[in-house]
């Protein structure tokens, strides 16, 4: 116990300090702003705002970029349920019940008991976070490149086909990221792979310049041309309406907790995170509510539920990332690269030699959802202004902050090449329904595998069994391999039924 304080005193010394709170506030604030605007999305938002964080301490970049991720979770609500133009993807869900509220002229109670459900969940997540990131990482410490590789590989596949719908596409996406990955110099023999010449290509693509041209770019090129805006009555959200009735609060309790611990569950495993946690926190609570027939039609339950969830998984998600540095979503994969920029190898070695980078990660957790909190509510009338800002004033400024903030990562013109070039297959990946996300996780994890793979075989003078003998290894490899079966099965099945029933359709 007393090991634990003197960690939550190391973290407050970081997080607390004048630099710490600036960040923290900077990057809730920001990830706010996002969560409420509709059509920019949080990874957009994150690769966009990357730069930045190469010219600041990576203790405050990374507490930043954090604020961010959870800030946009916290606030994406807002337009769902005002306006039923989901901020985020996961917080179409509250919407469900959210905006059937505001109709009803219960949008400040909506909106507060948001804050409060995402508040009671991120202090789960960050509960789970402190508890269990430092024994896994511990036992990590033991892992060989073999655990390494298997737990990357489980990674990869889980991400990209569970929740997807689309396994065969995602696992293509997959393939073209890990050999995205390889341009570059070889690790070991020192040559140039596909590099065509060009000797800024020798240390790898620019990462910044690759995530806002898969997320950025072909964000605002599907709204830019937006003008069907949705209005809200703002003088229908004042503060004294927000407060909710005792019934309300009886209603929305044990619905936080459950959502709470169901957050923290799906958030931990790699490739769920917080849209499938919403969904599924939605669904029991439906099922166990003595009301289920309210539930589209403005229950409480249906606001409280998904938004503990999505913000308990939301924290839950450092946890692999932390203590294994396996990312288990895109936003993930960002905040390793970030790491990576900076010189910090992911992985169970960051908490113990970056002890105040983790400990003050955790703290600052806490204090950006106090600032959250504070934000959220009385600030509900700003929040409703920047609703109406045009998409054609919007867009072509965050266009040329990214570029210019492209161009100064390391100040090539090359960078905003690639940053077209992959606007362009972002935008034609979505045109023809492939996942954008799990190419970026095979770009980022792709050398780090290439790294341990090669580790393994060396070790085991090239046998690819010894993936298979020890046990840990064998074990995730048999999951993975498992997942990768289900997931063909099912796609496989799916084309067939959609098949047989355009026939009977048809005859």
Known sequence: ??????????????????????????????????????????????????????HIDPNFALIMLAGIYYGAAFGGSTASILMNLPGTATSAVTGLDGYPMAQQGRAGQALFMTAIASFVGCIFGVILLAGFAVPLAQIALRFGPQEYVALMALGLIAASVIGSGRAIRSLASVSLGLAIGLIGLDLNSGVARFTFGQTVFFDGLPLVAVAIGLFGLPEIIANAGRTDMPTVNQDSIKMKDMLPTREDWRRSAMPMARG????????????????????????????????????????????????????????????????????????????????????????????????????????????????????????????????????????????????????????????????????????????????????????????????????????????????????????????????????????????????????????
């Open 260 to 507: 709470s611990v169901i957050g923290g569950f799906f958030g931990a495993l790699p490739g769920t995170g917080g849209l499938v946690a919403t969904f599924v926190s939605y669904a029991v609570e439906r099922k166990v509510s003595k009301h289920p027939e309210e539930f589209g039609k403005g229950a409480i339950e249906g606001v409280a539920a998904p938004e503990a969830a999505n913000n308990s998984a939301v924290q839950a998600a450092f946890i692999p990332t932390l203590s294994l540095g396996i990312p288990g979503d895109p936003v993930m994969a960002i905040m390793l690269g970030v790491m990576m920029v900076h010189g910090i190898l992911p992985g169970p070695d960051v908490i113990q030699s970056k002890p105040d980078l983790f400990w003050g990660l955790i703290v600052s957790f806490i204090i950006g959802n106090f600032i959250l909190l504070v934000l959220n509510l009385p600030l509900v009338g700003m929040w409703v202004k920047l609703l109406k800002i045009p998409y054609n004033l919007l867009f072509p400024v965050i266009v040329a902050f990214s570029c210019i903030g492209i161009y100064s990562v390391n100040y090539q013109v090359m960078d905003i090449y690639v940053l077209l070039g992959f606007g362009f297959l972002g935008v034609g990946m979505r045109a023809l329904n492939f996942e954008v996300a799990p190419l970026l996780l095979g770009f980022v994890l792709g050398p780090m595998i290439e790294v341990y793979f090669r580790r393994a075989l060396v070790v085991s003078g090239g046998d690819l069994g010894t993936f298979f003998d020890r046990p840990i290894s064998a074990t995730i490899m048999t999951i993975t391999f498992g997942i990768i079966i289900w997931a063909v099965i099912i796609s496989v099945w799916k084309g067939y039924a959609t098949k047989r029933a355009r026939a009977t359709g048809e005859a």
């Open 1 to 54: 116990m007393s090991e634990l304080f003197s960690n939550i005193a190391l973290g407050m010394s970081v997080a607390a300090s004048p630099a710490g709170l600036f960040y923290c506030f900077l990057g809730v604030f920001l990830g706010t702003v996002v969560g409420v605007l509709p059509g920019i999305g949080i990874m957009a938002t994150m690769a966009m705002l990357m730069p930045i964080t190469y």
